[in-house]
């Protein structure tokens, strides 16, 4: 594994949770970086994705004003601020990273991505 994503848990609506990826023995500093997620039964869906400079992040619709994507390239981490969640947010939530580097686009495609961390469960209860 060489993504590592953690900081998902059980939460209230309404509440927040900030996830984690951590890369594991490689630097993704100059990759572009997502964060996907996937229920059970469905195929995995994009979140949000950030340049490997942070500019122009790319959201999903249900999730834009309420999430936040960033990357701290000196730590080589990458960041998923979720406010106001909803019951619709639980799901399991995947970091990824592309192969090449130093692209400019923030892609929403799973099939963009290249290394895929373990997921990390985030459940809203009602």
């Known amino acids: 594994v060489q993504l590592q994503a953690s900081g998902g848990g059980l939460v209230q609506t309404g509440g927040s949770l900030r996830l984690t990826c951590a890369p594991a023995?490689?630097?993704?500093?100059?990759?572009?970086m997502g964060w996907f997620r996937q229920v059970p039964g469905e195929e995995r869906k994009f979140v949000a994705a950030?340049?490997?400079?942070?500019?122009?992040?790319k959201y999903a619709e249900s999730v834009k004003g309420r999430f936040t994507i960033s990357r701290d390239n000196v730590k080589n981490m990458l960041y998923l601020q979720m406010n106001d969640l909803k019951s619709e947010d639980t799901a399991v939530y995947f970091c990824?990273?592309?192969?090449?580097?130093?692209?400019?686009?923030?892609?929403?495609?799973?099939?963009?991505?290249?290394?895929w961390g373990q997921g990390t469960q985030v459940t809203v209860s009602s």
């Open positions: 990824a990273a592309k192969g090449s580097r130093y692209s400019s686009a923030a892609y929403r495609g799973t099939h963009e991505y290249d290394v």
């Open positions: 023995g490689s630097s993704f500093s100059r990759n572009v």
């Open positions: 950030i340049t490997w400079t942070g500019a122009t992040p």
